[in-house]
């Protein structure tokens, strides 16, 4: 019986044993033969990717909706790190060969390192950050120079000088830095260049076996449409650098999105920016099997801005055509730098900004480096970021102070003749105006009237009142600005200055340390033609979705500090005073007096410091119509002399550009630092190499008669 069931068991296991083979080989057959295809393509190498799916960036859009940044559809060069050789020197010479094609049509790549394009090697100007991240990046030491920084780079990524010359190791080293600089990476693609034209797309795409790592891709681009609107406040698009990427991540950022460098473009950049989608890729032996979108992208949203872009063009060439014409007279032959801003009284929306130096938002993406070696630096948006002296537009704050506080009524008077004591300190004033009440004294702009009323309040009133107006404090616009200061104890120390008693009288006619903006000083007349309310100031007006189909929000106005008024005649005098100011001289042709309604203004000469010189600025701000106000305006030319006279052309300009608002007296088809029509003038002009060419502009309006009686603001307090 033991032996049956032992024989049993042995036969069963054969059993077994057959019908595993068996099984097997069926198994075998089904792989080999009935499925084999499939089972092959899966056995070789396969990857599956995700890939984003930029989205398309809203658009800048000015009042009426003509657009100013918007966007097209174009093609970029990429390099995918998932291709491109890991072998330094194979890589090199794949780089090189990319740059000489897009060198042959003068195409410019993406290369942000802040070292000078060719031997002796400098660090670019003004570029103190980027240098500071170059060095910290490549892992030199802070002493380390330009050519030792391009030549640690030549070193990691062997750009041997036994294969390239020195100027093709330049290159490559600039793109090196860049892929290292944006955390290049199988994750993260770098745009080596973008909206190459077709040919340039067809060259790449027939060597792209040679070319490994070198990717077309097809994307929305950033197209400018009005590049001398603002650019300043417009701002650009970048991309997100390895620093920046840490935060922005959290945010839901990919690497090589790109993001908002200043102005609209980053103070908005929740806005605009979208959100991604995504690619699902699937690739086997290097060729893409499937690419399913798996996410859709959404557009950003439009940006709608406050101001028009034809009326902030005709402030701007106002400016410009103003300062040029300074230029032809012997001593200001120098002048070129200001700046003038138009705000909305209603709630401070900006409607006119313009600067002096400029630029184009082309010249900016063209020759940036050009630019931050020009003169004067056009880089610096002066309404915003231009520290100046008020000089005695500020007066106006001071006489609030005296009225409100009542140190003063609007019929108390104070004695000048031209000369004051204070304590041992000799002070002056430009005429002998004996008993003067303040409308008066803000008309003649009567230095020993506001000496005394400052005296009377004493430092901490002044100070007071200064920071109801918003001096010494950032204004709240969208894009930024700087805060300015007020000459007080509290900023004297900050400096590292002694305060004397003597300070207080210059600090109540604008000079001292007492620095603000253009931008400050448009919300300065702002709040007194609101009777002492403040509106913070703002560049965005709505937000549309992307095809401005449907109003996201709107901006709503922000009052960010109020006077309470003690008497209610406080603003009433002072806008006598200004009223009275603008019937001050003015030659026909820029008198305000024949618009068929007030206008309020105060000008002033303050005193500035730049360049190893006490330079004399010429200022002014103002509303207009006095009574029902409409704008509020400021400006101011350094080391210039006369900007009333642009205030005539700015009002007019106005409503001609806003002519629902109403209208002037004499119509606004001949406004003075505008062109005429059929009016020309030849002028002869050299170039970069001394060359004369001759060209033909348009001829502006101007008068040759600048008699004027503007006070002088000369510091005369001292200690």
């Given at each position: 019986?033991?032996?049956?069931?032992?024989?049993?068991?042995?036969?069963?296991?054969?059993?077994?044993?057959?019908?595993?083979?068996?099984?097997?080989?069926?198994?075998?057959?089904?792989?080999?033969?009935?499925?084999?295809?499939?089972?092959?393509?899966?056995?070789?190498?396969?990857?599956?990717?995700?890939?984003?799916?930029?989205?398309?960036?809203?658009?800048?859009?000015?009042?009426?909706?003509?657009?100013?940044?918007?966007?097209?559809?174009?093609?970029?060069?990429?390099?995918?790190?998932?291709?491109?050789?890991?072998?330094?020197?194979?890589?090199?010479?794949?780089?090189?060969?990319?740059?000489?094609?897009?060198?042959?049509?003068?195409?410019?790549?993406?290369?942000?390192?802040?070292?000078?394009?060719?031997?002796?090697?400098?660090?670019?100007?003004?570029?103190?950050?980027?240098?500071?991240?170059?060095?910290?990046?490549?892992?030199?030491?802070?002493?380390?120079?330009?050519?030792?920084?391009?030549?640690?780079?030549?070193?990691?990524?062997?750009?041997?000088?036994?294969?390239?010359?020195?100027?093709?190791?330049?290159?490559?080293?600039?793109?090196?830095?860049?892929?290292?600089?944006?955390?290049?990476?199988?994750?993260?693609?770098?745009?080596?260049?973008?909206?190459?034209?077709?040919?340039?797309?067809?060259?790449?795409?027939?060597?792209?076996?040679?070319?490994?790592?070198?990717?077309?891709?097809?994307?929305?681009?950033?197209?400018?449409?009005?590049?001398?609107?603002?650019?300043?406040?417009?701002?650009?698009?970048?991309?997100?650098?390895?620093?920046?990427?840490?935060?922005?991540?959290?945010?839901?950022?990919?690497?090589?999105?790109?993001?908002?460098?200043?102005?609209?473009?980053?103070?908005?950049?929740?806005?605009?920016?979208?959100?991604?989608?995504?690619?699902?890729?699937?690739?086997?032996?290097?060729?893409?099997?499937?690419?399913?979108?798996?996410?859709?992208?959404?557009?950003?949203?439009?940006?709608?801005?406050?101001?028009?872009?034809?009326?902030?063009k005709d402030v701007q060439q106002i400016l410009e055509n103003f300062t040029a014409y300074l230029r032809t007279m012997g001593e200001y032959s120098d002048v070129s730098c200001g700046a003038v801003v138009v705000l909305d009284v209603e709630d401070n929306a900006?409607?006119?900004?313009?600067?002096?130096?400029?630029?184009?938002?082309?010249?900016?993406?063209?020759?940036?480096?050009?630019?931050?070696?020009?003169?004067?630096?056009?880089?610096?948006?002066?309404?915003?970021?231009?520290?100046?002296?008020?000089?005695?537009?500020?007066?106006?704050?001071?006489?609030?102070?005296?009225?409100?506080?009542?140190?003063?009524?609007?019929?108390?008077?104070?004695?000048?003749?031209?000369?004051?004591?204070?304590?041992?300190?000799?002070?002056?004033?430009?005429?002998?105006?004996?008993?003067?009440?303040?409308?008066?004294?803000?008309?003649?702009?009567?230095?020993?009237?506001?000496?005394?009323?400052?005296?009377?309040?004493?430092?901490?009133?002044?100070?007071?009142?200064?920071?109801?107006?918003?001096?010494?404090?950032?204004?709240?616009?969208?894009?930024?600005?700087?805060?300015?200061?007020?000459?007080?104890?509290?900023?004297?120390?900050?400096?590292?200055?002694?305060?004397?008693?003597?300070?207080?009288?210059?600090?109540?006619?604008?000079?001292?340390?007492?620095?603000?903006?253009?931008?400050?000083?448009?919300?300065?007349?702002?709040?007194?033609?609101?009777?002492?309310?403040?509106?913070?100031?703002?560049?965005?007006?709505?937000?549309?979705?992307?095809?401005?189909?449907?109003?996201?929000?709107?901006?709503?106005?922000?009052?960010?500090?109020?006077?309470?008024?003690?008497?209610?005649?406080?603003?009433?005098?002072?806008?006598?005073?200004?009223?009275?100011?603008?019937?001050?001289?003015?030659?026909?042709?820029?008198?305000?007096?024949?618009?068929?309604?007030?206008?309020?203004?105060?000008?002033?000469?303050?005193?500035?410091?730049?360049?190893?010189?006490?330079?004399?600025?010429?200022?002014?701000?103002?509303?207009?119509p006095a009574h029902e106000p409409k704008i509020a305006f400021a400006g101011l030319v350094e080391g210039g002399e006369y900007s009333k006279y642009m205030i005539r052309s700015i009002i007019q300009a106005y409503y001609k550009n806003y002519p629902e608002s109403?209208?002037?007296?004499?119509?606004?088809?001949?406004?003075?630092?505008?062109?005429?029509?059929?009016?020309?003038?030849?002028?002869?002009?050299?170039?970069?190499?001394?060359?004369?060419?001759?060209?033909?502009?348009?001829?502006?309006?101007?008068?040759?008669?600048?008699?004027?009686?503007?006070?002088?603001?000369?510091?005369?307090?001292?200690?």
């Amino acid at each position: 019986m033991k032996e049956f069931i032992a024989r049993f068991r042995t036969a069963f296991l054969a059993i077994l044993v057959v019908i595993s083979v068996a099984l097997g080989c069926v198994r075998l057959m089904s792989i080999q033969i009935v499925n084999g295809d499939a089972y092959l393509q899966e056995s070789e190498y396969t990857s599956i990717y995700t890939q984003t799916i930029k989205a398309t960036r809203g658009q800048i859009v000015d009042a009426d909706g003509d657009k100013i940044i918007e966007n097209k559809v174009g093609f970029n060069v990429i390099i995918d790190a998932a291709r491109f050789p890991d072998d330094n020197k194979e890589g090199n010479a794949i780089l090189l060969e990319t740059l000489e094609i897009l060198k042959e049509h003068n195409l410019k790549w993406n290369d942000s390192i802040p070292v000078t394009a060719s031997a002796p090697y400098e660090f670019k100007k003004n570029s103190e950050a980027e240098v500071e991240n170059l060095k910290k990046l490549i892992g030199v030491n802070v002493y380390a120079t330009a050519e030792n920084c391009i030549d640690k780079l030549i070193d990691d990524y062997e750009i041997l000088d036994t294969e390239y010359d020195e100027s093709q190791q330049r290159v490559i080293a600039g793109i090196r830095y860049e892929m290292l600089l944006r955390d290049f990476s199988l994750s993260n693609s770098y745009t080596l260049c973008e909206d190459v034209p077709l040919e340039v797309v067809t060259q790449l795409k027939e060597l792209g076996v040679k070319l490994k790592g070198i990717d077309i891709v097809e994307e929305a681009i950033r197209e400018i449409a009005q590049g001398d609107v603002l650019p300043h406040e417009i701002g650009t698009v970048g991309p997100i650098y390895a620093e920046q990427y840490e935060e922005l991540k959290e945010k839901g950022y990919a690497m090589n999105d790109s993001v908002g460098k200043g102005g609209i473009e980053s103070a908005m950049e929740s806005e605009l920016r979208g959100k991604n989608g995504e690619k699902t890729i699937t690739v086997t032996d290097g060729q893409v099997v499937s690419a399913d979108v798996t996410k859709e992208p959404t557009g950003g949203n439009t940006v709608k801005l406050t101001f028009k872009s034809d009326y902030q063009k005709d402030v701007q060439q106002i400016l410009e055509n103003f300062t040029a014409y300074l230029r032809t007279m012997g001593e200001y032959s120098d002048v070129s730098c200001g700046a003038v801003v138009v705000l909305d009284v209603e709630d401070n929306a900006v409607l006119a900004m313009a600067t002096s130096p400029t630029y184009t938002l082309f010249e900016y993406e063209d020759d940036y480096d050009k630019l931050l070696e020009t003169d004067n630096y056009p880089l610096l948006n002066r309404a915003t970021s231009g520290y100046y002296r008020p000089g005695s537009t500020f007066k106006t704050v001071t006489a609030t102070a005296g009225l409100n506080e009542g140190i003063i009524s609007g019929e108390s008077t104070y004695h000048c003749e031209k000369t004051m004591k204070f304590y041992d300190i000799d002070v002056g004033c430009t005429g002998y105006h004996n008993d003067i009440a303040v409308a008066e004294a803000l008309k003649v702009s009567c230095n020993i009237y506001f000496y005394e009323l400052s005296r009377r309040l004493a430092i901490d009133k002044l100070s007071e009142y200064a920071a109801l107006y918003g001096f010494g404090q950032h204004t709240g616009i969208e894009t930024g600005d700087v805060a300015g200061a007020f000459a007080n104890p509290e900023t004297f120390n900050e400096i590292g200055a002694d305060w004397t008693v003597g300070h207080v009288l210059q600090a109540g006619i604008g000079q001292s340390e007492t620095s603000v903006t253009p931008l400050q000083m448009a919300v300065q007349a702002s709040t007194i033609a609101n009777n002492g309310v403040r509106y913070t100031p703002h560049l965005v007006d709505s937000i549309y979705d992307y095809s401005m189909n449907e109003k996201v929000s709107e901006h709503n106005p922000e009052i960010a500090a109020q006077i309470n008024l003690n008497y209610d005649y406080v603003y009433d005098y002072i806008t006598e005073g200004m009223i009275l100011a603008s019937e001050n001289n003015f030659p026909a042709e820029y008198s305000l007096s024949d618009l068929g309604f007030d206008v309020a203004i105060k000008t002033g000469t303050p005193q500035n410091w730049r360049d190893g010189k006490n330079l004399t600025d010429t200022a002014f701000i103002g509303f207009a119509p006095a009574h029902e106000p409409k704008i509020a305006f400021a400006g101011l030319v350094e080391g210039g002399e006369y900007s009333k006279y642009m205030i005539r052309s700015i009002i007019q300009a106005y409503y001609k550009n806003y002519p629902e608002s109403g209208s002037v007296e004499g119509g606004t088809d001949k406004i003075n630092f505008l062109p005429q029509k059929d009016s020309k003038v030849t002028t002869t002009v050299t170039d970069e190499n001394g060359n004369i060419v001759t060209t033909e502009t348009t001829e502006t309006t101007v008068s040759e008669n600048y008699e004027d009686s503007d006070d002088n603001d000369e510091s005369q307090a001292e200690e």
